[in-house]
């Protein structure tokens, strides 16, 4: 067994070349608001999650990071279909999920899993560690009644816990010990995919490391691909080699690890990044500013004209407020939606989004000019706007 | 009056241990229900009264047999043993107590009094079972499918259920006792496995089954349905669908195991107010009739022997409310020991 406070592992590395084993395209998840009364109309919708888009390789790791509201737990459900997408797509292995019947999903059960945020109410406490971890291979039926307690005790094994458990019940172990038996559960049906939606925040911190170990062992053993979600930037730099920040329903930023946490080009980006303690910096003695966040987050109900961010963003101009800005890639793996995108404190004057919104600098819509390039597309293009030259380039 | 359950917890049970290697190799796993059971077995008076109830219980099922061996006689008459210038007393001290009559006889037929009270627990003690599993069945059913699908199924669900409480229940069940009762005897029992319903007893206890059942479990769902709100929000049952478990695992291995606690109190609590609603039926007439024996038709004969026969008068409701509060108590006890936070 680890020591208390486990080393950590060598943070992943990205492959570029790895196939895309899911993209997701113009996610839509609405929730209707509903009138209390008899006639429960339909006053409003949650926009949880409106127009994500990214790529994910096999046996990658992309982590999904934001303020808590933003979304992220939902595009998560959303892949994994426990709910069922308002729009888009999501293309599992080449194949469109997001309107898969719920009888015709069974088989995709098997490659997607889950590990879920609170080791205390993700695992049921009228049942058995054999149980719950057995469960997945009764349900698909995949081995004989009498080969499924060896597989239950050798998957226990693989997440360091002790085989002979099995017949405990969850409130015998500890908050890293269950979520440990919920990786154990994810893991049964051998998934290509793991949605992982904040597996370690809810536990002690000196625990935290060890489960984020566990996870790149199997990842590294097993070979699955991880949708890593969190709401610091701190986990997710060690697991994820490509991170995507979220804001109210949105990707606002996407790119390598290297590429968001040294040259993050969104101020929310930045605002989050200010709140990480970074190591670097404290060894060369420098101090970064904080940059406080201020305001709520507003309602995913009634989100903001234009761009999301507008209310508490310090660069806001006239055009945020009109004009929605896309996601722009601006270099060879990375994409910001903002239409004054630079590097703290280098921002551009002047928005450098007009020519493909069609729209002047204080963001009204001009004459003859028309939307340019399909933007929203999952993963990268070979070309993309150079923000030095604000000519086109390519690698 | 009990012990609060929580307090005694810290001693019976002690919590096992947080540490991330905390839990020591050889205890055994035990589980949420085996510590419920261990609360309630350190509860004297939930055991006192479970006790009592197995007696009652066991009452009910020995009695047939006695009867038809002959030890018991519940329709005998032993008018010899009766005054009959006193117009129908028993001879002795106290109803007639006797070593062959230990409860005396019953004034007026002079049968056996302890072999008519135990017989009596058969009947009602069987329409009260048998109406509190059908009402649990009824209730469970309908909770569990309400709560877990929402929208309109519960709509409705929730509709019917405020029809079920709105109607005249007492009325409907003495007005359409006589015709019920018949038509259960007459054409009902014509159907095939149900020639048995001929007997009038069957039917009239049928009768009253129904009566209980159709009026019962709204409170039953009510109570299902509220716990499974709670519970289809938890991440298991995501994680159960996820894995890909049909709406019957859903329904009956993830949730139903965590509605058992509830359900089982409620179950108990049950037992004993179905057992004096039969009583309650018996006296107002409806229900089986004599000769014979429910607790209630005894209680209905005893009320015009106030004076004449007190002891004939006093023990049937003795014993009638000896078997409800104990049932009460046990579903109590249950429910302190399941849920060791409800404190009183
Ligand atoms: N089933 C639902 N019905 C209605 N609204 C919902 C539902 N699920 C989520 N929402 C709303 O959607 C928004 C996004 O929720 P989500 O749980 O995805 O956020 P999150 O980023 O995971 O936050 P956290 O860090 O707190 O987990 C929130 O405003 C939430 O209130
Ligand atoms: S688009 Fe405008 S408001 Fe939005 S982040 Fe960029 S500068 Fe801020
Ligand atoms: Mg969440």
Redesign the pocket.
């Known amino acids: 067994m680890e020591e208390l406070v486990a080393e950590a592992h060598a943070p992943s590395q990205l492959n570029p070349d790895a196939a895309p084993i899911l993209e997701v395209e113009n996610l839509q998840m609405y929730?209707p608001v509903r009138s209390h009364g008899l006639v429960r109309r339909v006053v409003g919708q949650?926009q949880?999650?409106d127009g994500v888009s990214f790529q994910l390789g096999a046996g990658s790791s992309l982590g999904l990071v934001?303020?808590?509201?933003?979304?992220?737990?939902?595009?998560g459900r959303a892949i994994t279909r426990l709910y069922e997408p308002t729009g888009g797509a999501i293309r599992f292995e080449g194949k469109d999920i997001a309107r898969i019947s719920p009888k015709n999903l069974k088989p995709i059960r098997r490659d997607i899993q889950m590990i879920f945020?609170d080791p205390y109410t993700s695992l049921n406490p009228r049942h058995t560690v054999g149980t719950i971890v057995g469960a997945p291979l009764e349900i698909h039926n995949l081995v004989p009644k009498d080969k499924v307690l060896p597989r239950v005790q050798e998957i226990l094994e693989v997440v360091g816990l002790n085989p002979e458990h099995y017949n405990r019940y969850p409130h015998e172990f500890s908050g890293g010990q269950r979520q440990r038996i919920g990786i154990a559960r994810a893991l049964m049906l051998q998934p290509k995919l793991l949605v992982a939606?904040?597996p370690v925040s809810a536990l002690d911190v000196s625990i935290q490391a060890q489960v984020v170990n566990l996870l790149q062992d199997v990842q590294k053993e097993f070979g699955i691909a991880f949708l890593f979600?969190a709401?610091d930037l701190a986990i997710v730099r060690h697991f994820c080699p490509e991170i995507a920040v979220?804001y109210l329903?949105k990707i606002v930023e996407i790119a390598d690890r290297e590429t968001l946490y040294s040259r993050p080009h969104h101020p929310y980006t930045q605002a989050l990044l200010s709140a990480v303690p970074d190591v670097r910096q404290a060894a060369v003695g420098g101090r970064r500013e904080r940059i406080r966040l201020t305001g709520d987050v507003p309602?995913?109900i009634n989100p903001p004209s234009g761009c999301r961010f507008r209310t508490r963003c310090s660069l806001a101009k006239e055009i945020c407020a009109k004009v929605e800005p896309p996601l722009l890639q601006v270099g060879a793996r990375h994409k910001v939606a903002c239409h004054f995108p630079g590097e703290l404190g280098h921002a551009p004057q002047t928005p450098v989004t007009t020519g493909i919104c069609g729209v002047d600098a204080q963001g009204n819509t001009v004459a003859g000019q028309t939307a340019d390039i399909q933007l929203n597309a999952p993963g990268y293009d070979t070309t993309w706007l150079d923000l030095a030259t604000g000519q086109r380039t390519g690698a | 009056m009990t012990i609060p359950a929580s307090e005694m917890e810290g001693h019976a049970v002690p919590p096992l241990g947080e540490s991330e290697e905390g839990v020591a190799g050889k205890v055994a796993g035990r589980s949420p229900t085996q510590l419920a059971m261990a609360r309630f077995r350190a509860d004297k008076l939930s055991m006192i009264s479970f006790y009592v109830s197995c007696f009652v219980v066991f009452a009910a099922v020995a009695s047939p047999i006695l009867v038809k061996i002959g030890v018991f006689d519940p329709d005998g008459l032993n008018q010899d043993k009766l005054n009959t210038d006193l117009g129908g007393i028993p001879h002795g001290a106290f109803g007639g107590v006797s070593w062959s009559h230990p409860l005396g006889l019953t004034p007026g037929n002079g049968e056996d009094l302890l072999s008519r009270l135990s017989f009596s627990m058969t009947y009602s003690l069987g329409i009260a079972l048998t109406g509190t599993l059908i009402t649990v069945l009824i209730g469970v059913v309908l909770g569990i499918i309400s709560g877990f699908s929402g929208g309109f199924v519960d709509a409705t669900v929730g509709r019917f259920i405020d029809l079920t409480l709105s109607f005249p229940q007492t009325m409907m069940l003495l007005a359409l006792a006589a015709p019920t009762v018949l038509l259960i005897r007459k054409d009902v029992s014509e159907l095939p496995l149900l020639g048995f319903l001929e007997n009038p007893d069957l039917a009239n206890g049928l009768f009253v089954v129904i009566i209980l059942s159709a009026f019962g479990w709204p409170p039953v769902a009510r109570v299902v349905r509220g716990q499974v709100l709670s519970i289809r929000e938890r991440e298991f049952i995501e994680a159960a669908k996820l894995i890909g478990a049909s709406r019957k695992r859903l329904y009956f291995k993830e949730v139903l195991p965590n509605v058992w606690a509830p359900i089982l109190v409620y179950t108990t609590l049950l037992i004993p107010a179905y057992i004096s609603a039969e009583a309650a039926f018996s006296f107002l007439g409806v229900g089986i009739k004599p000769p014979t024996p429910t607790l209630g038709n005894i209680l209905r004969d005893s009320v015009s022997w106030t004076t004449a026969d007190p002891t004939y008068f006093f023990l049937p409701g003795i014993v009638l409310a000896l078997t409800v509060v104990a049932f009460n108590l046990v579903g109590d006890g249950a429910r302190d020991a399941l849920d060791p936070k409800t404190h009183r």
Do not use: N, R
């Open positions: 929730f949650v949880a999650v934001g303020e808590s509201g933003c979304g992220k737990s939902t595009t945020q939606d904040e979600i709401h979220m329903g309602s995913p």
